[in-house]
């Protein structure tokens, strides 16, 4: 039987890669020794070197948990200029938020719209509100229900990058869920 | 008696005349130009030199300062000054004067008496050789401010025939800490800047606050996470209080001229919408209902008339309805977006907060969206509040990055000029003329 890759390149290389790996695993292999004799005694040696250490880490955030929401899910999507529709790089975010807010029935969200800084207060405050409910729209109509949802705007009051030009304003127009009770 | 010097006449008459020819000049739609130095409105030289008794120098000083900044006056040095034992109540020897070119002299005496401040000043019109205005200002001592104030309110009335503006609090935002993370304290100061107090505390996000028309009271809007709420706050008393729970976000209150209402947004499920409020009924009703944002409501002086600031036509655009809602449509008409109506206490305009192309402006128009002028350009200039006769224009300008401050332009686009507060600030709000 012909084993065709018909995987990507990468793929490809991959396994290769992975094969040569092995094979130097087994060419490097160190053959067993065992002692003959005991040792003849010989002038105190230094103690045995202390144990590497080990490092303990969290593992991963405890599932139906806040940080597991922020980590595995993602609490904040990004908007346009002066526009409040859910994006296509958006909606796998909320998506997942959706099938995780349904997963843990208990926990309650508000919904955080923020605006970059060219704008006036106001009008920001009102844009922040929109993309708010833009999307909590989108979470009810993904099945989480509509009372477990509170909306807030923020305006232009809180931004995530204090820097200025483009790339910072993109971060600053965002919707954040954020859970205000029921996470684990 | 209101006759006005004949010089100065003048100079208000070629202001009024260039002013004229400009707004003529410019219809509504067509490319709007920033005029900075239109009118060549030369300041009329003012002699001011130091009051005689306590704190004479100062008040003088401060009446100087107010003059300079409106941009109509120029006080002269007092170092050139010839006539130097010059009494409140002894004729000033004019040739002097004339012959420093002095077209006007203000001169005073501060008396104490039984922990009284009593202030003499005179004006006179230096060329003519007589007196245009004699008063006396009594007060306590600590009050000299607004003596000073007071004093240079009579001398800007009687020269320019306009009311004053000095004698007024501004009352704004004070922001601190590092962006991101800023700290917004409500805070009332004159408006030269001097004698800031605050009057909340930072631990809760405040904004926009606005001068009742007819009393020490502000209206303003406070920010938690959880809750937006319009309060009502009397500067005299201390006393707060909500104006309701709407369901949904309440922001951006301004009081009616007669100070009975406030009009203010409300925000349910992403749509805002404008209201108001009958502030001894308690009684609330929605003005507008379309999808679209309508906020920023700001009466007309008459109290018949709103504008707004509204994106149904699918961009920020400023409109004007009636009082109770009726007769709603669009006025600006320029590129760009426009936000931050407000009308001008003469009724005479509606100045704005305009976005085009990466720069912000600070502009006026008449309420039917004609004569749009733009006054300042800056990175981000936004939020003007005026100055009540309608001649200054308060804003917030903030540089890349950096904390807002307040600025003043006056309506010809002329004079503009940093705010002498030394902190940074936004959101500044005028009062009427105290009593």
């Known amino acids: 039987m012909v084993v065709r890759f018909t995987g990507s390149t990468a793929l490809r290389l991959a396994l290769v890669a992975t094969a040569v790996a092995s094979l130097a695993a087994c060419q490097s292999k160190p053959k067993p020794t065992y002692p003959t004799e005991a040792p003849a005694p010989t002038a105190p040696t230094a103690p045995p070197a202390a144990p590497g250490p080990v490092t303990g880490q969290p593992t991963a955030p405890i599932p139906g948990s806040a940080q597991d929401f922020i980590v595995n899910v993602g609490d904040r999507v990004y908007f346009d200029t002066d526009r409040h529709d859910v994006r296509a790089d958006a909606a796998p975010i909320l998506d997942a938020q959706a099938g995780w807010l349904r997963t843990y029935g208990s926990v309650r969200v508000r919904i955080e719209g923020n605006a970059d800084e060219r704008g006036t207060r106001e009008y920001n405050l009102a844009l922040g509100a929109r993309r708010a409910n833009a999307i909590r729209d989108y979470l009810v109509n993904r099945g989480v229900s509509s009372d477990r949802i509170s909306t807030i705007s923020f305006g232009k009051e809180q931004p995530i990058d204090t820097g200025t030009g483009e790339e910072a304003w993109q971060k600053n127009r965002n919707g954040r869920t954020s859970i205000v009770s029921g996470a684990r | 008696m209101t006759r006005t010097l004949p010089l100065f006449r003048m100079l208000m008459l070629g202001l009024l005349a260039a002013s004229g020819a400009a707004l003529t000049a410019v219809p509504a739609s067509a490319q709007i130009e920033i005029n900075v130095n239109r009118a060549d409105v030369q300041p009329l030289p003012v002699a001011i030199p130091a009051f005689g008794g306590q704190q004479g120098a100062e008040i003088a000083d401060v009446i100087s300062a107010n ?35 002095a077209q006007a002299l203000v001169n005073g005496q501060v008396t104490v008496e039984g922990g009284r401040l009593r202030v003499d000043f005179r004006l006179w019109d230096v060329f003519r ?9 009594t007060s306590s001592p600590e009050n000299w401010r607004r003596v000073a104030h007071k004093i240079s309110d009579a001398v800007y009335e009687r020269l320019t025939g306009e009311k004053g503006y000095f004698d007024t609090r501004v009352v704004f935002v004070a922001e601190s800490g590092a962006r991101g993370q800023v700290t917004k304290r409500l805070a009332i100061m004159d408006q030269d800047g001097a004698n800031p107090s605050y009057i909340t505390s930072g631990d809760t996000l405040v904004m926009t606050p606005r001068f009742s028309p007819t009393s020490q009271e502000i209206t303003y809007m406070s920010l938690r996470p959880d809750s937006a709420t319009v309060y009502l706050f009397n500067l005299e008393s201390g006393r707060r209080e909500s104006l309701g729970s709407f369901q949904g976000m309440a922001f951006a209150p301004r009081f009616s001229p007669d100070g009975g209402r406030v009009a203010f947004s409300v925000e349910r499920g992403g749509n805002s919408d404008i209201f108001v409020m009958n502030l001894s009924s308690r009684s609330s009703t929605r003005l507008t209902s379309d999808p679209g944002i309508d906020t920023s409501a700001s009466f007309s002086p008459d109290g018949a008339r709103i504008a707004f600031n509204s994106d149904r036509s699918g961009s920020p655009q400023i409109y004007v309805m009636g009082a109770d809602g009726s007769g709603q449509r669009r006025v600006s008409s320029g590129g760009g977006s426009y936000t931050t109506p407000v009308w001008s206490p003469t009724g005479e305009f509606i100045a704005f907060t305009k976005q085009t192309g990466g720069q912000f402006h600070i502009g006026v128009m008449r309420p039917d969206g004609t004569d749009e002028r733009l006054l300042t350009t800056s990175y981000m200039d936004e939020g003007p509040t005026w100055a009540p006769n309608g001649r200054v224009l308060m804003f917030s300008r903030e540089t890349p990055g950096g ?13 503009l000029q940093p705010v002498p507060y030394p902190g940074a600030g936004s959101d500044p709000a005028w009062s009427p003329l105290l009593n």
């Not at chain 2, 300079?68 to 004067?97: C, Y």
């Not at chain 2, 050789?129 to 200002?137: D, I, P, S």
């Not at chain 2, 904390?403 to 004079?415: C, E, H």
Request: glycine share 8%.
């Open chain 2, 403 to 415: 904390a807002p401050r307040l600025w003043t332009v006056d309506v010809t686009g002329r004079i």
């Open chain 2, 67 to 101: 003059l300079q900044r409106s941009g109509l006056f120029r006080p002269l040095d007092p170092a050139g000054f010839i006539e130097r034992d010059l009494s409140a109540n002894v004729q000033p020897r004019f040739p002097d004067w004339r012959a420093i070119n």
């Open chain 2, 129 to 137: 050789g007589e007196q245009l205005l004699g008063l006396q200002f």
